[in-house]
């Protein structure tokens, strides 16, 4: 192939490939690795750890004291795990290798819509407790941990991500996580 048209179909599938679904993308990514042995070893590289450089954060029992046996117990596998996880606290998605007590920046309660959001935004959505409604006025969602809005940019609490246990999140994080673009 030319130069010239190396360069064309170049740029026509970086397009593509910022253009096309993430379903047809994984699709796609999945067959890849199949059918050629040394993309799938940049893949497992790229998106596996070993369990004894995941840092998962302090782990917390039932009666929430931290639970160093099962931290170690996790540690002393030498598995590979999934080099990234989604964060229950901020709703992102983090690297577990560079997981630090200062990587997260979170809310530690829930964000209500103010009651002015209808009185000056009459053409709110239906549903004032959605995440449509947060994205297009954020200004108007008070966290209750700290008082401040979801436009204000620092979040109060500063910890480690702590990998997504859906089972584990407190009732009002349940229905919301997920929103976020970490599984788009
Ligand atoms: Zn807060
Ligand atoms: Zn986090």
Redesign the pocket.
């Known amino acids: 192939m030319a130069a010239v048209q190396t360069e064309k179909v170049d740029d026509l599938l970086g397009h593509t490939i910022d253009t096309i679904s993430v379903v047809k993308l994984r699709q796609i990514f999945k067959t890849i690795c199949k059918v050629c042995p040394e993309a799938k070893k940049h893949a497992e590289e790229l998106l596996l750890a070993d369990t004894k450089d995941a840092k998962p954060g302090p782990r917390v029992n039932e009666d929430g004291q931290e639970d160093k046996d099962a931290l170690a117990k996790e540690e002393s596998t030498k598995r590979p795990v999934p080099r990234y996880a989604f964060?229950g606290?901020?709703e992102?998605e983090?690297d577990v290798t560079t997981n630090t007590s200062t990587?997260?920046l979170?809310h530690t309660m829930a964000d209500e819509p103010d009651e002015c959001l209808y009185e000056d935004n009459p053409t709110c959505p239906s549903d004032p407790d959605s995440m449509e409604a947060r994205e297009q006025y954020p200004e108007f969602f008070t966290f209750k941990c700290c008082g401040r809005n979801r436009e204000e940019d620092e979040p109060c609490t500063v910890g480690w991500?702590?990998e997504l246990n859906e089972e584990k999140q407190p009732y009002w994080k349940r229905a919301r996580v997920g929103y976020g673009a970490a599984y788009v």
Do not use: D, L, R
Request: with cysteine.
């Open positions: 964060c606290n901020c992102k983090f990587s997260c979170y991500h702590q």
